[in-house]
């Protein structure tokens, strides 16, 4: 089955569709995306390590899921629908942190990253079972270390999630709200 991902214009409006393994390229045109940031009883946020065999960003912590909605799905379902394939936790209490926030990163091997990716936040009460294919390895987090190591190491995160963290943090939103 091809999972395919809804390429965007210029007013984030849907222009078409393209193969998820074709879409990543040294020239990945603008695509719709969302990243969500679990949350636990403690008050723990969820990074996840992604897999070495990931195209883009292979071995960077990052935050707890990111995914594409499929053409046609919510951004909701779509959270839903990757929480439970990447890290197999079922969430509850989805919320948005940020409605339009979008990037344009390169990693070291030339691969852009070019989303328009809302942000959300999510709750659980599981322990994560991450897929192998996806998520290496993975630590709850206190908000507090997470803004933290990200200010003195931001090379060791993902780019999304550090604009991300940024662009919360300036809009004085909480994760954990």
Same mark, same amino acid.
């Given at each position: 089955?091809?999972?395919?991902?809804?390429?965007?214009? /210029?007013?984030?409006?849907?222009?078409?569709? *393209?193969?998820? +393994?074709?879409? @990543?390229?040294?020239?990945?045109?603008?695509?719709? =995306?969302?990243?969500?940031?679990?949350?636990?009883?403690?008050?723990?946020?969820?990074?996840?390590?992604? #897999?070495?065999?990931?195209? #883009?960003? %292979?071995?960077?912590?990052?935050?707890?899921?990111?995914? @594409? %909605?499929?053409?046609?799905?919510?951004?909701? =379902? #779509?959270?839903?629908?990757? &929480?439970?394939? !990447?890290?197999? $936790?079922?969430?509850?209490?989805? +919320?948005?942190?940020?409605?339009?926030?979008?990037?344009? #990163?390169?990693? +070291?091997? /030339?691969?852009?990253?070019?989303?328009? &990716?809302?942000?959300?936040? =999510?709750?659980? /009460?599981?322990? %994560? =079972?991450?897929?192998?294919? !996806?998520? *290496?390895?993975?630590?709850?987090?206190?908000?507090?270390?997470?803004?933290?190591?990200?200010?003195?190491?931001?090379? +060791?995160?993902?780019?999304? *999630?550090?604009?991300?963290?940024?662009?919360?943090?300036?809009?004085? $939103?909480?994760?954990?709200?």
């Amino acid at each position: 089955m091809i999972e395919e991902v809804v390429l965007l214009d /210029g007013q984030h409006q849907p222009s078409g569709t *393209m193969d998820k +393994a074709l879409v @990543h390229s040294g020239h990945t045109p603008l695509h719709l =995306a969302f990243s969500c940031y679990i949350r636990n009883d403690r008050g723990e946020i969820l990074l996840t390590r992604r #897999a070495l065999g990931k195209v #883009a960003w %292979p071995g960077v912590w990052t935050n707890s899921v990111c995914g @594409h %909605p499929l053409p046609g799905e919510s951004l909701q =379902a #779509a959270v839903l629908r990757r &929480c439970q394939y !990447e890290i197999g $936790l079922s969430v509850e209490n989805i +919320a948005s942190l940020v409605d339009e926030f979008q990037y344009c #990163a390169t990693d +070291a091997s /030339g691969i852009v990253e070019n989303e328009f &990716c809302p942000i959300f936040t =999510a709750f659980t /009460g599981q322990t %994560p =079972a991450p897929r192998e294919s !996806e998520v *290496m390895d993975y630590q709850w987090v206190k908000p507090e270390d997470l803004l933290s190591s990200v200010r003195t190491t931001p090379w +060791a995160f993902s780019p999304w *999630m550090v604009l991300q963290l940024g662009q919360i943090t300036e809009k004085n $939103l909480s994760l954990l709200g």
